[in-house]
C-alpha cells in the first residue's frame, strides 16, 4: 500500500506525457469506483479511455465542422418533419448514411425560402463530418465570387484544386441572387472538375427549368445540369415556409400556397458566343 501514492503520480504522469487531460481528470473517480467495487479493473480501464477518446474526438468534429465552414449547426433530430409532410423522413434518413458520398452523387434539395432546405443541407454535413468525411460549405454567391477573384489573380485552378478536395461540397442559395457575368462559366469548371470524382449537395429555390435564367446563359445551364443529374438525387420540398408559419395569414394567399416546381430540363436554344468546351447532351433526372 506504500507504494500506491507512487504508482498514482507515475498514472498521473504518463497521461501528462500522453497528452490525455480528460484520463487523468476522471482518474480519481474511477479509482473510488474501483475501490468500492462498482467497476471492475478492465471496466475502469475502458471507460477511462472513452472518456478520453471521446474528448478527442468531439475536438476533431468541432475543428471540422469550423474548417469546413459549417458554424451555424442543424441537425436532422432538429428537423421538423411534421411541418413537411411531403418529405420523406425514411429517404432523408437513408441520405443520412451517406453512401451518395462515395458513390460521388449529387443531391439537390429544391423548394420555396424556409421550407427547410439548408437546414437538411447542413445536417448531412455535419453527419458526413461525424463519420469522418471532408466537407465544406459554401454558398453560390460566396463560391463564385471566390473562383472570380482567383481567376483574377492568376490562381484559378489552384482554387478548383482546393475545392475539389473535400469529400463533399455543400452548395447552399442557388438561384437567390444574380449570378455575375461569366460567373456561371466558373462554377461549370469547378462542378466538371468534381464530376464523377466527388460529392455535392445543393439548394435551390429554382427548378431546373430555370438554370438558364439563374446563370444568364442557357448553354452553361444545360452543360451544369448534364453532369449535377447525371447521378443525383434529387428532393423536391412542397410545403409552405416554416420561418413564416405563425404569419402565413399575412401572406397573400398565392404566396402561401406556392411551391417550387422542377419540370424536366428541355434543351434550350443555343444563344451568344460559343463555350470553349463541347455542347452536351441533354441532362437526364432521375
Excluded at 497521461?15 to 473510488?32: I, K, Y
Excluded at 427549368?209 to 420540398?237: P, Y
Excluded at 404569419?247 to 406556392?258: I, M, Q, T, V, Y
Amino acid at each position: 500500500m506504500t507504494s500506491a501514492p507512487a504508482t498514482l503520480d507515475r498514472i498521473r504522469g504518463h497521461l501528462v506525457g500522453l497528452r490525455m487531460p480528460r484520463a487523468l481528470e476522471v482518474l480519481e473517480h474511477l479509482l473510488r469506483q474501483l475501490e468500492r467495487g462498482e467497476l471492475s479493473p478492465i471496466e475502469a480501464i475502458d471507460q477511462l479511455l472513452d472518456e478520453e477518446l471521446s474528448l478527442r474526438e468531439g475536438r476533431r468534429v468541432k475543428a471540422a465542422l469550423k474548417m469546413g465552414r459549417l458554424l451555424n449547426i442543424k441537425t436532422l433530430t432538429g428537423f421538423d418533419f411534421g411541418f413537411q409532410p411531403s418529405l420523406d423522413r425514411n429517404r432523408i434518413l437513408t441520405l443520412a448514411g451517406l453512401d451518395f458520398i462515395t458513390r460521388h452523387e449529387v443531391v439537390h434539395f429544391l423548394g420555396q425560402p424556409g421550407c427547410g432546405k439548408t437546414h437538411l443541407a447542413i445536417a448531412l454535413a455535419v453527419e458526413a463530418v461525424k463519420a469522418g468525411r471532408s466537407v465544406y460549405f459554401t454558398t453560390l454567391a460566396e463560391l463564385i465570387s471566390s473562383l472570380a477573384k482567383a481567376e483574377r489573380e492568376g490562381n484559378l485552378r489552384e482554387r478548383i484544386r482546393f475545392l475539389c478536395r473535400p469529400q463533399l461540397l455543400v452548395v447552399d442559395e442557388i438561384g437567390y441572387l444574380p449570378v455575375v457575368a461569366g460567373g456561371g462559366n466558373l462554377f461549370f469548371q469547378l462542378v466538371n472538375a468534381r464530376y464523377e470524382r466527388g460529392a455535392m449537395i445543393l439548394t435551390s429555390n429554382r427548378g431546373f427549368a430555370e438554370w438558364g435564367e439563374v446563370f444568364g446563359d442557357t448553354v452553361v445551364a444545360t452543360a451544369l445540369l448534364d453532369r449535377l443529374l447525371h447521378h443525383a438525387v434529387v428532393v423536391r420540398i412542397e410545403g409552405a415556409s416554416y420561418r413564416l408559419r405563425r404569419h402565413a395569414d399575412l401572406l397573400p394567399d398565392s404566396a402561401a400556397a406556392r411551391s417550387i416546381t422542377a419540370p424536366t430540363p428541355q434543351q434550350p436554344r443555343r444563344r451568344g458566343r460559343p463555350p470553349k468546351y463541347p455542347q452536351p447532351a441533354a441532362a437526364a433526372t432521375e
